[in-house]
């Protein structure tokens, strides 16, 4: 199977990201925007045109956008595919039921990629390698599925079949409850000293990262995944609850702590697999121009695979501390060539 033109509705971080991994595929990508600034960044950021009948129309609008555009675009190409992009699957099949576009020629899916900065000016080619993309094939034709499929493994992610209300119950816990619990703890930092935040670090920003996203579209969002939500707000509320009223008992908190680490050990490594247990190696270095760079430059001569890192660094410090995540042979190999090279390296910890 071959894509030769795509339409995208929506110039928005996920949609120009399509676009921008199509265009690399050599695939004609055709953007449409009610907002002619954001249509007009897309446009010049892809730079794919094409004369070949659309073959493909992505939805990519906010969930609320949706209904107003279906007819329109299922009038206009009618022979063509249509697949969504949103993270709500239930309400968006409900929008299609109701509009002229046969149910057999639609798509539901979700790729679980995104940044906490939106728009176009965001987007990035290889925002889906890697990442779970998930579908709804119940009665979608069969060569709706097969260009969807195609369309996925083409931009990099790895499709997930699921029913459209399991995937809301899913994203309200994984994606979506997430974003509510960063934005409520961002918000008490409004109230606190502004000299206190200067202590911050990696721990704080990490968990208050997300709460940078758009308000305009996590509200529909929000909206949308209610009923999936709602239950995993009241558990919430009630831990909180009992964590107030056990806050002086030192085994109610450690209780919590072990919880909560079972709960993050859930979560699966790279590509959805099985969670790996990473060993983290400590490495001080000078604060000064390449120093980064030069690291890992050192890690691709012992040739290790570095995982992830963790950089803690504060203003006025001449050092910084640099944490990688590696396999523990990989971090014990690469303990030792930083020393035998004169680096500041410190002892590998689980």
């Known amino acids: 199977m071959t894509l030769s033109h795509v339409k995208i509705v929506g110039s928005g971080l996920i ?13 004609g990508v055709t953007m449409h925007d009610v907002d002619l600034r954001a249509q007009g960044l897309a446009d010049d950021l892809i730079k794919s045109p094409s ?46 039921l109701s509009s002229k576009l046969p149910p057999s020629r639609f798509l539901p899916t979700h790729p679980m990629a995104g940044r906490e900065v939106g728009g176009a000016e965001s987007a990035r080619a290889d925002l ?31 499709r997930i079949e699921l029913d459209s209300l399991e995937h809301d119950r899913a994203v309200a816990l994984v994606s979506h409850l997430p974003q509510l619990v960063s934005s409520l703890l961002a918000k008490q930092l409004t109230g606190g000293e502004a000299s206190w935040l200067d202590l911050a670090g990696a721990g704080l920003r990490d968990t208050t990262r997300i709460a940078a996203s758009d308000s305009t579209l996590w509200r529909e969002i929000i909206a949308a995944n209610s009923q999936a939500l709602t239950p995993l707000l009241k558990a919430l509320q009630s831990d909180l ?27 699966p490594g790279k590509h959805g ?22 690291l890992f430059e050192e890690c691709a001569t012992a040739s290790v695979n570095v995982e992830d890192l963790a950089i803690e660094h504060s203003p006025g410090q001449f050092t910084g501390l640099i944490t990688l995540a590696l396999s523990e042979s990989d971090a014990m190999k690469l303990s030792e060539h930083l ?3 004169g680096w500041s390296v410190h002892s590998p910890k689980n």
Request: charged residues 25%; proline residues 4%.
């Open 51 to 96: 004369t070949a009948p659309v073959g493909l129309v992505i939805f990519a609008t906010p969930i609320g956008a949706l209904k107003t555009v279906l007819d329109g675009e299922f009038e206009a190409h009618p022979k063509a595919v249509f697949i969504d992009i949103s993270s709500i699957k239930y309400k968006v099949k409900v929008d299609v």
């Open 273 to 294: 697999g099985k969670a790996r247990e990473y060993t983290y190696l400590p490495i001080v270095i000078e604060d000064k121009p390449g120093q980064l760079a030069a």
């Open 241 to 267: 609850g009992n964590l107030i009223e056990s806050i002086e008992d030192e085994k109610s908190v450690a209780d919590l702590i072990t919880a909560g680490q079972e709960g993050r050990a859930r979560i």
């Open 128 to 158: 889906f390698v890697g990442r779970p993309w998930i579908t709804d094939s119940a009665g979608a034709d069969s060569d709706v599925v097969e260009m969807a499929a195609y369309l996925i493994e083409l931009l990099g992610g790895h």
């Open 339 to 341: 020393k035998n090279s």
């Open 15 to 27: 949609g120009t990201s399509i676009g921008l991994a199509l265009a690399a595929k050599n695939v």
